[in-house]
């Protein structure tokens, strides 16, 4: 079966601190696609990040960085500095190879940045 | 690009009425999936159409129905609507369907079942 769990629900930091949004995956599969999607408020999901399961070199784009270790099965994601603007849902999601487009998403985290 | 649209954006319907959603993928894009999203099941996948044709089906009951159209336009269709069907819709579209694709999603269609 695959699964995956974002074990925090909630976390509430100050501006300028940094943040790491976990997210832990299973799967039988070889090969896979891991993603994370940033939902404001207005509802919208916004595409962040695409790791495939051959290529576990981490990612840095501006504040953002993703850790992806297959050893652990995780896909963690980090936010530098972070910024109000920052505060929204967050959301880990995975989805098998093959000929499926569907997403199996976690319940998501609610980062809320205090000014 | 234009992104992926979804109209209505909010609905009210009462239980038992039946709802159609629409969603326009993204110019040029083929393949387009829906998910229900609700406070209790988080975002849980509904189908996925390609091509006009079905290629997946999460688990839902039927009432729970939808088509592609030629120009990669999709519809959703609830029967017989319940009060648990109250939920963000949510439309995401990919080019080709493929294991390279990312899905880009719209802002949803927020519907209320009284």
């Known amino acids: 079966a695959q699964k995956v769990t974002q074990a925090q629900t909630e976390i509430s930091v100050v501006e300028k601190e940094d943040v790491t949004l976990d997210c832990v995956y299973e799967?039988?599969?070889?090969?896979?696609?891991l993603f994370w999607y940033k939902q404001p408020p207005s509802g919208e999901l916004v595409f962040l990040i695409r790791?495939?399961?051959?290529?576990?070199q981490n990612e840095i784009s501006g504040r953002y960085s993703w850790n992806f270790q297959k050893s652990t099965s995780s896909f963690n994601f980090t936010i530098t500095a972070s910024q109000v603007v920052d505060s929204a849902v967050y959301f880990c999601?995975?989805?098998?190879?093959?000929?499926?487009?569907?997403?199996?998403f976690g319940t998501g985290t609610l980062l809320a940045v205090q000014p | 690009k234009a992104g992926v649209t979804q109209t209505p954006r909010y609905l009210i319907k009462t239980r038992g009425q039946q709802v159609t959603l629409s969603c326009s993928p993204i110019?040029?894009?083929?393949?387009v999936s829906w998910y229900q999203q609700t406070p209790g099941q988080g975002l849980q996948f509904l189908f996925e159409?390609?091509?006009?044709?079905?290629?997946n089906k999460g688990n839902f009951p039927g009432r729970f129905s939808g088509r592609q159209f030629s120009n990669s336009r999709s519809e959703m269709n609830v029967s017989t609507l319940e009060l648990g069907d109250s939920a963000l819709y949510l439309c995401?579209?990919?080019?080709?369907?493929?294991?390279?694709?990312?899905?880009?999603f719209g802002p949803g269609t927020r519907l209320t079942v009284l």
């Open positions: 799967t039988r599969d070889t090969t896979y696609y």
């Open positions: 999601a995975l989805r098998a190879g093959g000929a499926t487009n569907k997403l199996i």
């Open positions: 995401a579209s990919s080019p080709r369907g493929d294991s390279t694709d990312t899905q880009y």
């Open positions: 159409y390609f091509s006009e044709t079905q290629r």
């Open positions: 790791r495939n399961s051959f290529d576990e």
């Open positions: 110019s040029g894009h083929r393949s």
